[in-house]
Nanobody
């Protein structure tokens, strides 16, 4: 059974940091593009960051560049998102996902999400 389980969300003040983790099971992590998406109330889900399966390159949405860092430990089937200098607009449910390529429509597997709330 394929599972993606996120953890590490919570309440943090603006300027603070959080580290999200995603534990994957039931599939070979390194064969997939893996990434983080987020959804705020009333907004569509958006891609935050992703690691390509082809060459391991990383991509970030412009709004988090320089603040967030994605990483993975393929031996442990773990994905991480280090979030620094958090802003209230980063408040969202963050989802871990895996698929063929780093695009929303290509993601085959999704976690249930973890809530990040950034207070001003």
């Amino acid at each position: 059974e394929v599972q993606l389980v996120e953890s590490g969300g919570g309440l943090v003040q603006a300027g603070g940091s959080l580290r999200l983790s995603c534990a994957a099971s039931g599939f070979l992590f390194s064969d997939y593009a893996i990434g983080w998406f987020r959804q705020s109330p009333g907004k569509e889900r958006e891609g935050v960051s992703c690691i390509s399966s082809s060459d391991g390159s990383t991509i970030y949405v412009d709004s988090v560049k320089g603040r967030f860092t994605i990483s993975s430990d393929n031996a442990k089937n773990m994905l991480y998102l280090q979030m620094n200098s958090l802003k209230p607009e980063d408040t969202a449910v963050y989802y871990c996902a895996a698929g063929g390529i780093c695009e929303y429509d290509s993601m085959n597997y999704w976690g249930k999400g973890t809530l990040v709330t950034v207070s001003s």
